[in-house]
């Protein structure tokens, strides 16, 4: 791994275990951050997008007054180059996290998610009731230009009873314990697109 990428890991990593969240700006450069989000809307253009719901499996249900946006899985096998560089940053990611925090992980998943404007998701926990492989949940923002009048912070609600508010500022990655903190994500006044994942264990 190039050292100044295992430099801004080392501050995330810290910040996680300090706080149980990390913040890492510019974790998507300009290009890949247009060419992402220039996917996203193309493909839900296109009607490739579901509206998002609760629980997995037979329990799932689609609950607009819990949840509005509207998702994509990505192919982890995926041959565009942009999304072959996101991943290949995750696994990177992945293999210092295992490194240095001994978190066992093996995979991830990730899907797009675009908010319509007006629309959120209520207070969470990611992990589902009968699967703990989510161990961590990580957020990478894909929107250009965005503004603190435009809305749509992520809320995540810490251990200490206190609470952050993260703008969905684009190429900024978040990445918190999958089982530990609630969050929420505010509705905004325009549409808000992310990639959001889990890093998985067995
Ligand atoms: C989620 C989620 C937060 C965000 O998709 O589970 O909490 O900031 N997303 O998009
Ligand atoms: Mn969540």
């Known amino acids: 791994m190039a050292m100044p990428l295992m430099e801004i890991f080392d501050t995330l990593i810290d910040n996680i275990t300090e706080q149980g969240y990390g913040i890492l700006d ?40 819990i949840r509005g946006d509207h998702i994509l899985w990505l192919d982890e096998y995926s041959t565009d180059p942009a999304e072959k560089a996101f991943f290949e940053k995750i696994n990177d990611l992945i293999q210092y996290l295992n490194r240095t ?42 929107n250009e230009n965005w503004e603190p009048t435009d809305g749509g912070e992520l809320v995540v609600y810490l251990s200490n009873g206190e609470s952050i508010k993260v703008s969905p500022t684009g190429g900024r ?19 808000r697109l992310s990639l959001t994942g889990w890093l998985r264990t067995y």
């Open 101 to 142: 925090c001994f978190l066992g992980l093996r995979d991830f998943e990730f899907h797009y998610a675009l908010y319509p404007i007006g629309t959120f998701y209520k207070r969470h926990l990611d992990r589902f009731r009968h699967d703990s492989r989510r161990k961590m949940s990580v957020i990478c923002y894909l």
């Open 26 to 65: 510019g974790f998507l450069n300009p290009s890949e951050l247009k060419s992402l989000s220039q996917i996203l809307r193309q493909r839900h253009s296109d009607g490739a997008f579901k509206t998002a719901g609760i629980g997995q499996g037979s329990e799932h249900q689609v609950k607009a007054g």
């Open 173 to 191: 990655l978040v990445c918190f314990e999958a089982d530990k903190l609630e969050h929420e994500v505010l509705p905004a006044t325009r549409e």
